[in-house]
């Protein structure tokens, strides 16, 4: 399960809790590959089910704080899994299942939806791009040694969100000029 290796990766990088792996996958896997609180929880139970994780207690006052690490196991199987061939995905876009079947909705309705959903992207392409310029200040500002093979393959994942959703506010304008005269010769004819 891809869920699986992105926890396996995160990882990789250092000791988390569930709540700190459910932070960074907000922060970067988050933007192409959706998961809950909720599904964590199973996954880390099934990773050291597997033996891929192991966890230690940190009390800190009266409270438990469980915090995950990656096993010699769990590194070997995502680094196998990281080196396989990339498969071809289709798209899965609920927006546009919606658009397949927008000759059911009225026009009027059609033009609120995508003003919408278009609010939606632009704030994903502004958090996105506000993200990569602070990337690139950390990077900056780093007086330490960078794994610069890790900061590069993240950095191209950044660069794929960001153009992504550039992508789709193009498209998605288009179609909403589309739309909009469509209406223009509605409005015509009436």
Do not use: C
Request: without cysteine.
């Amino acid at each position: 399960m891809m869920q699986d290796k992105i926890i396996l990766g995160l990882l990789l990088d250092g000791d988390k809790s569930s709540y700190d792996i459910k932070k960074n996958m907000e922060k970067s896997t988050g933007y192409f590959y959706n998961t809950s609180q909720g599904s964590i929880q199973p996954a880390l139970k099934k990773l050291i089910q597997a033996g891929h994780v192991t966890f230690s207690e940190e009390h800190q006052g009266a409270r438990v704080k469980k915090v995950y690490t990656i096993t010699n196991k769990g590194e070997k199987e995502f680094l196998e899994w990281a080196g396989q061939p990339i498969s071809l995905e289709k798209p899965r876009d609920p927006a546009l299942a919606k658009i397949f079947f927008f000759n059911y909705v009225e026009l009027d309705r059609k033009l609120e939806l995508i003003e919408e959903y278009l609010l939606e992207i632009e704030n994903v392409v502004s958090t996105l791009k506000m993200m990569k310029h602070i990337s690139a200040e950390q990077i900056k500002k780093s007086n330490q040694p960078l794994d610069t093979g890790k900061v590069n393959s993240r950095l191209a994942t950044l660069q794929f969100g960001l153009d992504y959703y550039i992508f789709l506010n193009e498209w998605y304008k288009k179609y909403l000029k589309q739309l909009k005269e469509e209406r223009g010769i509605e409005d015509e004819g009436n």
